[in-house]
């Protein structure tokens, strides 16, 4: 296997969304969970997708693990790393972007790393340096209110800044409409000077193109889904990479009971919920007895199983931004997340022990808890659900089974009922 990309996601639902993006723009690609084993079976395939739970973990592991995926990565033949974070930059300042890039900068010998998490598909714009999420900065929008990352700063070159060792510069979107020559020269430019990394704006996909055409000659790159989208286009347009656009996989039928869980608290998320109440059963599990201990996923296991073979049900943890800071105010904001991402795998593994297997995970911490738990090892990519979330199947298990990683702030309204009619 010799990989034209080789990309390291820090949540399991932006490796899923990353993996979606290559697929849809031709590269044949498929999500691992962690660093695989050496006998799990692989196609052959152009581009593979390490997914790690480093988002949100203390910043040395994370650099740690990613340093790993690297190594293995490069080990088959790419050339190329993206490291692929939030479209929403979800981190703190003590990382763990700043401190994964500046490890893998020093790895891969980059000069100034392009960084950009503009994803325009999903309304995420970056213009001098600013994120936007869709119409409103990001310490404007809903993210401000992340349960584990709050962002309260739009300015990326500020945000990195105070992660990362090495001086951020910009490389401001009239540099980008002037075309890679002049996103090169720039690079160049800051190079010269030391700095070590730079975001750079996109607004448009034909921004995104530009920063592939570039980072496609670089060893390592920085972003979400956007810049993957370049990142291929590029490949794919420069010969690198014989486009096999339109070859997700579309397996045989999985069938059987199907649940969907919800551990996302994004307003996105809880206007899904909202909606699945109008067509399936819904559980509203109460976090408090989940952090002491009261038996919680039991209860929503025995309160599924009846269910199951009527038809979907939906289990959630999802709370207000009110309730969810009054919670971690109560329990401590560590403690309660990781709770309640462990609730959420034991009633994932209840569930698939009960038959299920065909399971929507809302959440990027909560997804990386329930496969870790169902020790699902690899995904192959399938249709789009909505952008950003394919229907995925599940490799290295015994018996089938179809999972969609919804990020958080992605999909429409009706995204679980959309998921389970694409999940047969
Ligand atoms: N009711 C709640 N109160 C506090 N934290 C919660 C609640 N429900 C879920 N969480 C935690 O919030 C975090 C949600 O993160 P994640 O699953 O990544 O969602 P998103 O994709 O929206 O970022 C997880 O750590 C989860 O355990
Ligand atoms: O928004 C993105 O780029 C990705 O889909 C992502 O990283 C989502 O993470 P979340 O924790 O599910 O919001």
């Known amino acids: 296997m010799t990989l034209a990309l080789g990309c390291i996601a820090d949540d399991y639902t932006g490796a899923s969304d990353l993996a979606n993006t290559l697929t849809r723009a031709g590269l044949r690609t498929v999500q691992t969970i962690g660093v695989p084993a050496d006998d799990l079976a692989l196609p052959e395939v152009d581009a593979v997708v390490v997914s790690l739970k480093s988002r949100s973990i203390e910043a040395g592991l ?3 693990r990613s340093r790993a995926a690297e190594a293995w990565l490069r080990g088959r033949g790419a050339s190329r790393v993206l490291f692929k974070i939030c479209s929403t930059f979800d981190s703190t300042d003590a990382g763990n972007i700043g401190p994964v890039m500046d490890a893998l900068r020093a790895d891969s010998g980059e000069g100034t790393v392009l960084v950009t998490p503009a994803f325009p598909e999903t309304g995420r714009t970056v213009y001098q340096g600013n994120l936007f999420v869709g119409a409103v900065p990001l310490n404007e929008s809903p993210l401000k209110d992340h349960p584990l990352n709050p962002m309260h700063d739009s300015s990326l070159v500020r945000v990195l800044a105070r992660q990362s060792k090495t001086q951020i510069g910009l490389v401001d979107l009239a540099t980008v409409t002037r075309g890679a020559d002049a996103v090169r020269a720039r690079l160049a430019e800051l190079a010269g000077k030391g700095i070590g990394a730079a975001i750079i704006d996109a607004v448009f996909d034909r921004d995104l193109e530009t920063i592939g055409l570039v980072a496609a000659e670089h060893r390592l790159s920085v972003g979400a889904s956007g810049i ?16 096999a656009a339109g070859s997700s996989e579309t397996g045989a039928a999985v069938g059987g009971p199907a649940a969907c869980l919800a551990g ?13 109440e109008k067509v399936m059963p819904v559980l509203h599990l109460d976090p408090d007895r989940i952090l002491t201990g009261a ?8 309160w599924a199983k ?3 073979a009527e038809g979907p049900v939906l289990i959630a ?3 207000t931004p009110d309730q969810v800071a009054a919670l971690q105010a109560r329990h401590g904001r560590d ?8 609730a959420m795998a034991d009633i994932a593994e209840g569930l698939v022990k009960s038959g299920v297997r065909r399971l929507v995970i809302a959440g990027g911490e909560t997804s990386g808890a329930v496969v870790d738990r169902l020790r699902i090892p690899g995904f192959l990519v399938g249709v789009e659900i909505a952008a950003g979330v394919p229907v995925l199947r599940a490799v290295g298990i015994e018996g089938d089974m179809l999972l969609a990683l919804k990020s958080g702030n992605f999909g429409g309204p009706e995204f679980f009922s959309d998921a389970l009619g694409l999940m047969r």
């Open 317 to 319: 943890s999802s709370s």
């Open 335 to 342: 403690a309660a997340g990781h709770a309640i991402e462990q």
């Open 295 to 302: 038996g919680e996923a039991q209860r929503a296991l025995d």
């Open 62 to 64: 994370a650099v740690s």
């Open 264 to 276: 996302s608290c994004s307003q996105a998320t809880l206007q899904q919920i909202a909606s699945a």
């Open 228 to 243: 993957g989208l370049g990142l291929a286009r590029a490949l794919v347009s420069t010969g690198k990479v014989k486009s």
């Open 306 to 308: 009846p269910r199951l």
